[in-house]
């Protein structure tokens, strides 16, 4: 899993509340079950037109929205269905922070685990930030500090925000579950030395 310690890019605002992981990536789109190939099939009930033109009213259509890292998105983002393809998709494309209010409890922790921060700050402070970065994307990047929990604008105005430490943890350190929890391995291993001959019988070795 990648790290992620600091990031700053791109920004793209998709202000939409219950953006469900069916938007995120349509069940036609999911044509693989590996990781990769899925970035072209991100948002496409929106990106394409017929004959898969994209339509350059979608955000991340814009020539100023070129190489959007950052998502700014609205209200219980990534709801629905437990479809690990969305996150996938969404890191396919390049997206390495969504910026939400609130996400589907299911999506932010596939987040976590594929190495995609995401980030819960107040609808006042995302519309903030869309203003922010609206009259020139390029130039008004946003970066994320995930050792200050901190998001900040061009200007230098700081966002704070929280994150459970295990899962920031495992985002500092590129670490899954399993390998977050063998940093352990030796306050494990003594435990387990100790319960043995504490309790021989519960051992089949």
Known sequence: MDKFIT???????LLRSNIDTDAII???EMKTVSKTGLAGGLF???RYREARDPDPNFVLN???QRGSSILLAGLNFG???SREHAVWALKEYGIRAIIAPSFGAIFAGNCVRNGL???VLAEAQI???????AADPQGRQLSVDLQRCEVTD???KPYPFELATSQREMLLKGLDPIALTLESRAVIEAFQSRDRLARPWIYLD
Not at 7 to 13: D, F, I, K, N, Y
Not at 127 to 133: D, G, Q, R, V, Y
Request: hydrophobic residues 50%; charged residues 10%; glycine residues 12%.
């Open 127 to 133: 519309a903030a930030l869309a203003a922010s970065i």
């Open 7 to 13: 990031h700053t890019g791109v920004a793209a605002a």
């Open 79 to 81: 709801c629905g269905s």
């Open 62 to 64: 814009r020539c100023e």
């Open 117 to 119: 921060l995401p980030v």
């Open 44 to 46: 496409a009930g929106w």
């Open 26 to 28: 349509p069940s036609r």
């Open 154 to 156: 061009a200007a230098g």
